[in-house]
C-alpha cells in the first residue's frame, strides 16, 4: 500500500474520522473513502455517523450540509476552494429577495446551495428525490424552484407543474454537446444514454434514462446493454466501471473537445496530498454561522425526513 494512503488510514483511526466522497472525485479518493455516494446519501450517512471527525472529499456546499447536519462534530474539507458554479449562481442576497416578492410560494432549494440559501429554503432536495419531494405538494402549490434551471425545467415536465424558476446553472452539465452525443449514437447504436438532469433539455431529449449520479448508476448496473454514454461529471466512470467491469462507458463529450469540461474542477481539488494534510492538520474546518444554521436544518432536515417515508 502507497504510504500516503497508510498515513491516511493511520490518522483516521487515532482521530476517529471517516472519509465521505462524492463520485465525482478522482477514482484514487473514492477508493480510499469510508463511503462513496451521490449527494442524498452523503447527507443521510452524514445523519448516522459517529464519528468525530468528517472529511469530506466534495465541493463546499457538501461541506456546509455536513455541518449543519452534525453540529458537534469537526467537519474538514481538503481544499476550502472547491465551489460549485451552481451554487455561486444563486447569490443568497439575490435569492431572498426573488422569495420575498413571491411570499405565497413554497420553496424548494436544489442541495447545490449555500447554507444562506438553505435558510431560507422550505424543502432541499437532491436529483434523486426532486421528483418525488416536488409531487408529495399538491398539484395546484405554487413553487419557487432553484437554483439549477436545467434540473427545474425536467421537474416541470414530467411532474406537469409550473413552477418558478431561478435562472442558474452548472458549467460542466451545460457544456455536453448534442451533436456529438448524435455522432457518438451512430458509432454506438446499441449505447444507453444515461445523462444527470442538470444537462441542458436537449441532452435529456437524447438520453434512455435521467437521474441522479446513483440511479445512474444503478441503471448500468441493472442494464442488459454493454455500452454506455454517460452525460455527467466524468468521475462517475470509476465506480460505473469497477461494477461492471465488462461494460463500456464512454463519457459525453463537451462542445469544446479541446477542454476537459466535462471534469468538474472543484471536485478534482481533492487530492491525496491535501487528504492528509487536513486530517493531520484539522484544516480547512467548515464553520456555519448559528443563526443560518439553525435555519437552514429545517430544510434539509424536511428532505431526510420526506426521503425516509418514501424510502429513498
Ligand atoms: P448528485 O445529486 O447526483 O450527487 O449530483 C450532485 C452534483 O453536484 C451534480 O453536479
Ligand atoms: Fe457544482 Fe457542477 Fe461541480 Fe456538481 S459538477 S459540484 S453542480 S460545479
Redesign the pocket.
Known sequence: MNELIKAIDKLKKEKNAVILA?Y?TEGEIQDIADFVGDSLALAQWAAKTDADVIVMC??H?MGETTKIICPNKKVLVPDMNA?????DSCPADKFAAFVSEHPDHTVISYV?TTAAVKAVTDVVVTSTNARQIVESFPADEKIIFGP?RNLGNYINSVTNRNMLLWDGA????EQFSVEKIVELKKNHPSALVLAHP?CKNTVLALADVVGSTAALLKAAINSDQKEFIVAT?SGILHEMQKQCPEKTFIPAPPNDSTCACNE?S??RLNTLEKLYNCLNDETPEILVDKEVADKAIKSIKRMLDISAQLGL
Do not use: I, P, T
Open positions: 462524492h465525482y466534495g465541493v456546499f465551489g460549485c458554479s451552481l451554487a447545490n439549477d452548472c458549467h460542466v452539465h442538470e461529471e468538474c472543484f471536485m
